[in-house]
Every structure is written in C-alpha cells, then in structure tokens.
C-alpha cells in the first residue's frame, strides 16, 4: 500500500469522525426527526425518571407529539414545567400534545416540556439503553431508544458530573 493511499485512507477516517457526534442518535417518522432521546440514571427505590429529547419538522405541515410509552415504566405522560410569577415551579401533565411547527425543533428537556416516566419497574443504570414508542399525531408511531446518563446529567453524553438541577420523588 503505498503511502498517499494510506494518507487518503486516514484523511477519510478523520472526516468521517468528525462529521457527527459519537453520541447522537436519531430516528425518523414521516417528516419528523427525533434526536438523541435520553434520560438520567435514578438512584435505587427511584419510581420516576425524566426523558428528553428534540424533534425537528422537516416538513410544511404541523404535526403534534401526542403520547409515549415503555416497558421501563407503569406509565409515561408528557409534562411541562414553568415557573409561576412567585418563583414556584409548576409541573403538569400535557393533554392534547404538544405541537411541531413546521420548519420547527420541539426541544424536551430539564425544566420544560419532558417526558416523565412513572412506575419505574427496575432502575435506570448508566451507559444502559431503553427502548420507547412515540406517537404523532400525522407521522403516526416511531420506536426509538434512550440512551441513560449520569444521575444528574444534563444532556445524556455522560460527559457532565455533579450538575444536579433538581431531583423528583
């Protein structure tokens, strides 16, 4: 192998890796895309955990994330947590859904729109994968899987420590 074909090769190698992170995942239903669903390593006894993720409409046309569910939990329910004129957190479960505007991202994370997962039947280990169904009012379902965190983690890369923004009994 000569020495320019093996330069090429490793160039080729190095863009490749540069191209997306080694920790995004995404899944497609119709026009929509789900990014990098993840959630947080729960501590044992835990009976809930946090999901999020972004879902980007690629289409012209609104759609809504209408419900989730798992096998990791009794019951998985779309919540949003605002902060209330006196400074108290709020959080309530969505009914209805939630839109996606067309050319829009839906982010679902800490403090905001998330989903809760209730009922855990085992708890949520780091580096472990989850597998859940999304359903959409027009792109119908979609299974995609949750990658688990650290406990406390704020993006799923397992790349932050001691950054705990809250912890739901």
């Not at 009976?47 to 569910?69: H, Y």
């Not at 209330?84 to 982010?107: C, D, F, H, K, R």
């Not at 009922?119 to 580096?127: C, N, R, S």
């Amino acid at each position: 192998m000569s020495f320019s074909l093996i330069r090429a090769a490793a160039f080729a190698l190095a863009a490749l890796s540069l191209s997306a992170p080694a920790f995004a995942h995404e899944f497609e239903a119709g026009t929509l895309e789900v990014v990098h669903p993840w959630s947080r390593a729960t501590p044992a006894g835990a009976k809930v955990a946090g999901g999020f993720f972004k879902v980007e409409n690629k289409g012209d046309a609104p759609d809504r994330l209408l419900s989730v569910a798992s096998d990791v939990a009794e019951k998985a329910q779309i919540h949003e947590m605002t902060m209330t004129a006196e400074g108290m957190a709020s959080m309530n479960q969505v009914t209805g859904g939630v839109e996606i505007a067309p050319g829009a991202t839906l982010e679902l994370k800490p403090g905001s729109y998330h989903v809760m997962f209730i009922g855990l039947k085992k708890p949520l280990v780091e580096g472990e994968k989850f597998k859940a169904t999304l359903n959409f009012e027009k792109a119908g379902t979609v299974e995609v899987e949750f990658v688990v965190g650290p406990l406390g983690g704020t993006s799923g890369h397992g790349e932050e420590q001691g950054h705990n923004h809250g912890t739901m009994q």
